[in-house]
């Protein structure tokens, strides 16, 4: 078979063009579908650096073709990230969209360079292999059974390699399950936090909870006021007085991260609150998942737990329980 003439003898950078533009186009209309994936391999891990190497060697005796296809891979891997840390300086950022256009530009780009070069070449490389082709290159003829064997295992596993390699990339493990737990000033914001009042006086915060954890997830909030000393010198809590102030509990389902667009709520509530004695309390936020701790019935009356339930804050303290802490200092009015 003899070589491609006319736009033939391009049609390796013009499918690259077009499979380039076609993964924009499939992105925006389809971003779930497993060709995605597949076109993304090779826009990532293998047309940058073909594009680049055959721009820089058109000519057919400036490499072979296994060095052509082993340049290709390995430039795709050095270029990628460069063309990434050169976006993180700009105001796009490393982001899908910027990525994805600096990519296909990248491409386009060299893939025209690489076309004007090889139609000015004077013997240019052109990709029609054929099986002779494979066999010339490999010097099958002239191997010995043992050389015939090691290169065909050789491929074997460059072809499995390859295969592993794009499955995990296209069956990524799914990320850290975690939840997001916080409370907001009354504005929404992390300032302007009701840490001085007066006797009686109502005070107002946001609670916020966004649910990571890959699964719908039944959370339990418990509200408590504490009043509690630290002894530094032996390392000591000591809770004096702790009242259940109030509970709710809320089922969400997950949601996924989103680390390209802005961060957006998925539950909040605001809790208003008062404090009927002057002192230095603490009010502890604690966040449970799926079940909920027995609460005695004298906690659910309104009496003093510290003698009971002081573990909770201990816990909370130590990081065992999941919870925010808001120190408010209450005086008495006038």
């Known amino acids: 078979m003899g070589k491609p003439e006319g736009w033939k003898s391009y049609w390796d950078l013009l499918t690259i063009i077009g499979l380039s533009l076609l993964l924009d186009l499939i992105i925006v209309l389809a971003p779930e579908s497993l060709l995605r994936k597949a076109l993304g391999l090779s826009f990532v891990l293998f047309f940058p650096g073909y594009v680049f190497v055959t721009a820089l060697f058109p000519e057919k005796k400036e490499l072979d073709n296994l060095e052509r296809l082993a340049l290709s891979f390995g430039l ?54 054929t099986i002779e082709d494979i066999k010339r290159e490999l010097e099958w003829e002239e191997a010995s059974k043992l050389d015939k064997a090691l290169t065909v295992i050789l491929i074997g596993a460059i072809i499995a390699s390859f295969g592993v390699l794009s499955y995990v990339i296209t069956n990524p493990k799914p990320g850290e399950a975690f939840t997001e737990f916080y409370i907001l000033g009354p504005k929404g914001k992390a300032a302007d936090y ?9 005070g107002t915060v946001i609670i916020g909870i966004v649910n990571h954890e890959h699964r719908n997830v039944t959370y339990y909030v418990e ?32 949601v996924p991260v989103n680390i390209e667009g802005n961060w957006t709520p998925q539950f909040e509530t605001n809790y208003t609150f008062s404090i009927n004695r002057p002192g230095k309390w603490q009010v502890w936020f604690l966040l449970f998942k799926d079940r909920e701790p027995a609460i005695p019935m004298e906690c659910l009356k309104g ?5 009971t339930e002081s573990w909770r804050i201990l816990e909370a303290i130590n990081g065992t329980i999941q919870s925010l802490k808001l120190n408010v200092n209450v005086k008495e009015l006038g």
């Not at 891997?77 to 982001?95: D, Q």
């Open 76 to 129: 795709s891997i050095a270029l990628v990230p460069l063309i990434g840390l050169a976006l993180n300086y700009t105001p796009w950022g490393i982001r899908l969209t910027p990525i994805l256009v600096s990519l296909t530009i990248f491409n386009v780009t060299f893939a025209l360079i690489a076309i004007h070069r090889r139609k000015n070449a004077i013997n240019p490389w052109i990709p029609w292999i």
């Open 194 to 202: 009701p840490t001085e009042l007066f006797v009686g006086e109502n």
């Open 223 to 254: 509200i408590w006021l504490v009043n509690l000393t630290y002894n530094f010198t032996t390392n000591q809590t000591f809770i004096h007085e702790m009242y259940l102030m109030h509970r709710f509990n809320v089922t969400l389902p997950n």
């Open 303 to 307: 009496e003093n737990c510290a003698q």
